[in-house]
Every structure is written in structure tokens, then in C-alpha cells.
């Protein structure tokens, strides 16, 4: 192959910068159903209110919504704690706020991945401190190797390793969230994005 030739394959095929799947699309999809499930008995006769941390929730946060039976709203705040690389830089800052108040509400935060748990401990106090009713936490993954700041999850989907992982809402440098699986970065990218 050409070096011409492997420029675009890393531009035209998605799938090359993955080197394994870690979880596939319908054991994803399988453990949403349940999420939902748990969540909504939960939160039956209650009014609900789920809060997204874009960009990567976004995906994880739109199909547990369609597995709720039950009334609920959505919101979505922006936050930047990371810089180009894939170590925290401890700045954590509000890019976007959410649209509504949260005061007496039951809120649940939706997140993609816990990993330091920086942002979310950030997150929640800053919540904590607009009185809802109740504040839970809901993460798709989370890294328990990684942790620094103990962040209660009440809803976890998969605890995982500490693997750069991307698919499924996870980004490397802003590529690969719309593969429908959680794959493992390949090791070259890594080397590159740790560089
Ligand atoms: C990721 C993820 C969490 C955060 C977790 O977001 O969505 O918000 O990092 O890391 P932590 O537990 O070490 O704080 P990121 O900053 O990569 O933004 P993105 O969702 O827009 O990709």
C-alpha cells in the first residue's frame, strides 16, 4: 500500500484506526434495555429530568431515553476539561449551561464515560448547589483504574480497562463517535495522541 493509499484508507475507512471491538453493538444495546428498565421503575410516578454531557452522551443518552416507559425531559450542559491530548488538565469549564432550573426537580445526569471522575465531581456539585430533589448519576462506562475523584454512579453500564476507547459517543481528536460499537483506539494512535 502506497502512502498515498494509507492517508485515505485512515480518511475513508472508519473502522481503521480500531484494533479490537471491546463491546459490541447488541451487547450495548442489550445493557441499555436494562438501564431503561432499572431507571424507569425507579422513577415511576416521579417527575424525571435527564441531563447530557455533550458531546459524547449525546448517543448513549438518545437510545436510554427511548428505553424509558415513563415521562421525562432533557437537557444538556457543555463542559471542557480536557485539551487536545487525553490527560485531564484539571480546568474543568461550563461551555454551555443547561436551558432550564433544576429546582425540585429529579435530575439524572447522563454520562458516556467516568473516567478520572474530574468532570462529573465538578458537575455534581455544581448542580448539588441549584436544590433539585434527587441527583443520580447514569454512566455508560466507567474506568475504575482511573479514578481520582470518588463520584457515586448510582446506574453503571460497564466497568471497563484502561484502554483509549472511541465508538459509540467516544472521540480521538473528534473522529470515530459515530461507530455503533466501543472499540479500542490502535496503539500507533495512541502513541500518537500521547506524543
Ligand atoms: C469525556 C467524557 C466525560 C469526561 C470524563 O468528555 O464524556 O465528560 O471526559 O473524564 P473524567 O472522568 O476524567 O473527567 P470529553 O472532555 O472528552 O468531551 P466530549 O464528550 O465532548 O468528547
Redesign the pocket.
Known amino acids: 500500500m502506497s502512502q498515498v493509499e494509507r492517508g485515505m484508507s485512515q480518511v475513508d475507512d472508519l473502522t481503521a484506526g480500531v484494533q479490537e471491538i471491546l463491546i459490541d453493538e447488541a451487547t450495548l444495546q442489550g445493557r441499555i434495555r436494562e438501564l431503561g428498565a432499572e431507571i424507569a421503575e425507579d422513577y415511576r410516578g416521579r417527575d424525571l429530568l435527564l441531563i447530557g ?5 449525546v448517543f448513549f443518552m438518545a437510545d436510554l431515553m427511548r428505553q424509558l416507559d415513563i415521562p421525562c425531559e432533557v437537557d444538556f450542559m ?5 485539551g487536545a491530548g487525553i490527560d ?1 488538565s484539571g480546568v ?1 469549564r461550563i461551555l454551555k449551561d443547561l436551558d432550564v432550573s433544576i429546582e425540585d426537580r429529579n435530575v439524572l445526569v447522563v ?12 458537575l455534581l456539585r455544581n448542580l448539588e448547589a441549584r436544590r433539585p430533589t434527587s441527583l443520580e448519576v447514569c454512566a455508560l462506562l466507567t ?1 475504575p483504574e ?4 470518588d ?1 457515586p454512579c448510582r446506574y453503571i453500564g460497564f466497568e471497563i480497562p484502561n484502554r483509549f476507547v472511541i465508538g459509540y ?3 480521538f481528536a ?1 473522529r470515530y ?1 459515530n461507530l455503533p460499537y466501543i472499540g479500542v483506539l490502535r496503539e500507533e494512535l495512541v502513541a500518537q495522541a500521547e506524543a
Do not use: C, P
Open positions: 454531557v455533550l458531546k459524547g452522551a457543555a463542559i471542557s476539561s480536557y485531564s474543568v454520562e458516556d464515560i467516568v473516567d478520572s471522575g474530574l468532570t462529573l465531581s465538578y474506568k482511573r479514578r481520582e475523584n463520584v459517543g467516544l472521540d473528534e463517535r
